[in-house]
């Protein structure tokens, strides 16, 4: 990438009203993200709200500068450097900032999640798969936290192991893993979606997730509570039609809930290395490349929305999730002109965007 581009990359998602799904609509449109950035205020006031805050250059240019001070880069959606498989994902993140060994995204990788307050045993064994699996030259990807996290990293720190962090690259959450966090980034390697200086909040963790899912072609959950964190990852990883592998446990331990749960719902039982790998051999080859993401959209062909055309979309949403595929069947309309006006709400702060590629109208 050359600067101009990147600093145009930057703009474009740290602008308001643009999520991930938005950046590749707007860049598969326009062509590029400078281009998608001069439309931009033209597509909001089609979609009858006020114009976006857009990133400025100076934003942009500074949060490139930081990210260079901490010796790290930018992977961008699109790019030959960015991971294939998470370039799958429909809400992949458009730009991620990573420090140390980018080779590791190249190799077999494999997500391992669990409970942060995780049983003693339960670590020691995430710590000793985790090695086991790097001595099968397998990279082990997990989110950093403390608990099983953090035994997994430590556990593949020799053979190469992935840290995806919900803040910035520069914050240490929690305090206690800076060491390790530090470490990775010497050692292994350390990825985020958001900005330097941002300190995670509770939105930012299904985020997190979705990344460490999409990154390998199988997540692993050791230990997990029902309705825990490690458990939407596995979703994500079977809505991703990834593999989705859990360690069983006793009943009477309620951290063993999930991963017991995930057996009972089709989840693929494994008990050490060999069973990991035997799970993992069908999916380990034929990825696609993420570098021909943005190649021009059949809707640049497609002809401006009329005002009736645009009220008929409208009228089909409300404050319920809609699946956009129904909206295009009830209009009757071409998709291209769907999402063009799904577009235009969009950037004018008037849509929301759901799991399953639904809609809803916001009434706010």
């Known amino acids: 990438m050359n600067p101009p581009d990147l600093i145009a990359r930057i703009r474009l998602i740290r602008s308001q009203s643009i999520g991930p799904i938005t950046y590749r609509q707007l860049v598969a449109r326009f062509g590029s993200a400078e281009e998608a950035l001069k439309a931009v205020p033209d597509l909001a006031a089609r979609g ?27 992977l961008s959606l699109g790019q030959g450097l960015y991971p294939p498989l998470l370039a799958e994902s429909d809400n992949a993140p458009p730009l991620l900032t990573a420090i140390g060994d980018l080779s590791l995204l190249e190799k077999k990788s494999v997500a391992m999640v669990g409970a942060r307050n995780a049983s003693a045993a339960a670590c020691r064994f995430a710590r000793g798969l985790a090695h086991d699996l790097g ?37 240490f959450y929690p305090p206690e893993n800076e060491r390790l966090q530090r470490e990775m980034a010497a050692r292994g390697l350390v990825l985020a979606e958001m900005p ?23 997540t692993l959950v050791v230990e997990a509570a029902p309705r825990s964190g490690s458990l939407i990852t596995a979703r994500l990883a079977a809505e991703m039609g990834r593999e989705v592998l859990a360690v069983p446990g006793s009943p009477l331990d309620p951290r063993a809930q999930g991963c017991n749960g ?12 060999a069973e990991v790998m035997e799970a993992l ?15 021009p959209a059949p809707t640049r062909e497609v002809s401006e929305p009329d005002s009736a055309e645009r009220a008929r979309v409208e009228e089909l949403l409300g404050p319920s999730p809609a699946p956009i595929d129904e909206i295009v069947r009830l209009s009757g309309l071409e998709p291209g002109a ?8 969009d950037l004018a702060g008037r849509l929301d965007r759901h799991a399953g590629g639904k809609v809803s109208l916001r009434l706010d």
Not at 196 to 218: S, V
Not at 338 to 345: D, G, K, T
């Open 48 to 74: 009858g709200g006020r114009r976006p805050a857009l990133c400025t250059e100076e934003q942009a240019a500074r949060e490139l500068a930081e990210v260079e001070a901490l010796g790290g880069r930018y």
């Open 135 to 171: 001595r099968e030259d397998v990279v082990v990807v997990s989110g950093l936290a403390r608990g099983i996290d953090a035994a997994a990293h430590e556990g593949a720190l020799e053979s190469g192991t992935i840290g995806v962090i919900a803040g910035g690259l520069d914050i």
């Open 196 to 218: 330097p200086g941002t300190e995670p909040r509770a939105r930012h963790f299904p985020y997190r997730n979705r990344i460490i899912a999409g990154l390998c072609p199988a």
């Open 262 to 273: 995930l057996i009972r719902d089709g989840a693929t039982l494994v008990q050490n290395a």
């Open 281 to 295: 051999r069908p999916g380990l080859g034929g990825v696609r490349s993420g570098r021909d993401l943005f190649s």
């Open 338 to 345: 769907v999402q063009l006006v799904l577009l235009e709400l």
